[in-house]
């Protein structure tokens, strides 16, 4: 099953898009890639999964590159509310999730 | 609708003392999860369980046993904690189906092993 690597923190200004990316290079052909953020020690949140294609919700965007070898989480318009911990995960058979240590995101007024 | 739902909250224990974890999901969920977070790291797998009456191991399975003998429930053991349990436990659900793989989780809990 793929792992990924996410920058252990980030910052980013309230009102500003957050672009947070993910290298998941080891990835095969029908693994998705999935978001989920853990704001303090609650359970984790889920936001977004693709597999190919871009993909958009009301929370945010995942861009996906061609070759499938990192993405990034795309929150357009980060909030305070957003301050979290963003994992991006890669689902394994069984829908079995691999976490990384995730990005710390800092909205910062 | 509540979800998932785990009991207890928080729990103190003395090494060598036995408890269990329980898990109820509402959703009419096919597969279930335990995790444990550590402190500053992200969750790891300890048993899953793909339909009523199977389990499987995950990333961490030693030291923890777990029964899913209603679709609903997912319980995890611990028969003789150890200092090294010291962490918080997550339960997740999921459909199998592809197109509705969301996993969905619980609050956790909280457990300290003195």
């Known amino acids: 099953d793929a792992k990924t690597t996410q920058p252990p923190s980030m910052d980013c200004a309230e009102g500003r898009a957050a672009n947070l990316p993910c290298n998941h290079s080891?990835?095969?052909?029908?693994?998705?890639v999935y978001w989920y953020r853990q704001i303090h020690s609650q359970g984790p949140q889920y936001i977004i999964h693709?597999?190919?294609n871009n993909e958009t919700n009301e929370m945010a965007s995942l861009i996906i590159t061609e070759d499938r070898k990192s993405s990034t989480l795309i929150l357009p318009h980060a909030t305070l509310r957003d301050t979290a911990v963003y994992y991006c995960?890669?689902?394994?058979?069984?829908?079995?999730?691999?976490f990384g240590s995730g990005t710390k995101l800092n909205v910062k007024p | 609708n509540a979800g998932v739902t785990q009991t207890p909250k928080f729990r103190v224990l003395k090494t060598g003392q036995s408890m269990t974890l329980l898990c109820a999901q509402d959703?009419?969920?096919?597969?279930m999860y335990w995790y444990r977070q550590d402190p500053g790291m992200g969750l790891r797998l300890i048993h899953y369980?793909?339909?009523?009456?199977?389990?499987a191991k995950g990333e961490v399975p030693d030291g923890y046993n777990v029964s899913r003998l209603k679709k609903q429930n997912f319980l995890l053991g611990l028969e003789s904690a150890a200092p090294s349990q010291t962490s918080v436990y997550f339960c997740?659900?999921?459909?199998?189906?592809?197109?509705?793989?969301?996993?969905?989780f619980g609050a956790g809990t909280r457990l300290s092993v003195l």
């Open positions: 080891t990835i095969s052909g029908n693994e998705y």
């Open positions: 369980s793909v339909g009523e009456g199977t389990t």
């Open positions: 959703m009419n969920h096919e597969y």
């Open positions: 693709g597999l190919k």
């Open positions: 995960i890669v689902r394994g058979n069984f829908n079995k999730f691999y």
């Open positions: 997740a659900s999921s459909y199998s189906r592809e197109a509705k793989n969301i996993q969905y």
